[in-house]
T-cell receptor
């Protein structure tokens, strides 16, 4: 299984809603990532989890809250988002070898989020 | 942190011609350089990668070259086809930082 699975594929939410994005991989990868991608722009790193611990938080607003319940799952909890948060949210995972990430990141299909 | 610059931002070629996209990086500790292709509405997908101990790698019509001294790497696509039309992103990985930094992307259009 070389897939990273994200749900839902599309999400429309109001600014007062709480929702969660989910990501799952069964490749044994111990690094997992959340990226935000706006149209015609590169993926922008939000969070990195390594061995289920948050290792990088790229100054993301607190209305985005990541969670890594186990080595296969990664969630992104959303609360009180703004219209400018509308984007494609991509999850990815990588193999970690002796503490180093040295291989490709496998991306999920993404969740197209629209905040109204 | 790492900074990756990518050029050109748009590239149009005739079917059958070659396309070259260039990237430079700033962090000499970066040791892995993947190239991703992203079609409209789809996920980025790896098309080729190269590690810092290799100068060139080829896979059919696609090749990547790396110059560690100059800190630049390039993607070469030969005999381009309309289905090669997409956005291409270069990236650089600093292993200790566990962080992949992307270039700004190149919209490649192959004209039939």
């Amino acid at each position: 299984d070389t897939e990273v699975t994200q749900t839902p594929k599309h999400l429309v939410m109001g600014m007062t809603n709480k929702k969660s994005l989910k990501c799952e991989q069964h490749m044994g990868h111990r690094a997992m990532y959340w990226y935000k991608q706006k149209a015609k722009k590169p993926p922008e790193l939000m969070f990195v989890y390594s061995y289920e611990k948050l290792s990088i938080n790229e100054s993301v607003p607190s209305r985005f809250s990541p969670e890594c319940p186990n080595s296969s799952l990664l969630n992104l909890h959303l609360h009180a988002l703004q219209p400018e948060d509308s984007a494609l949210y991509l999850c990815a995972s990588s193999q970690v070898d002796m503490g180093w990430v040295n291989t490709e990141a496998f991306f999920g299909q993404g969740t197209r989020l629209t905040v109204v | 942190g790492e900074n990756v610059e990518q050029h050109p931002s748009t590239l149009s070629v005739q079917e059958g011609d070659s396309a070259v996209i260039k990237c430079t990086y700033s962090d000499s500790a970066s040791n892995y350089f993947p190239w991703y292709k992203q079609e409209l509405g789809k996920r980025p997908q790896l098309i080729i990668d190269i590690r810092s101990n290799v100068g060139e790698k080829k896979d059919q019509r696609i090749a990547v070259t790396l110059n560690k001294t100059a800190k630049h790497f390039s993607l070469h696509i030969t005999e381009t086809q309309p289905e090669d039309s997409a956005v291409y992103f270069c990236a650089a990985l600093s292993g200790s930082a566990r962080q992949l930094t992307f270039g700004s992307g190149t919209q490649l259009t192959v004209l039939p």
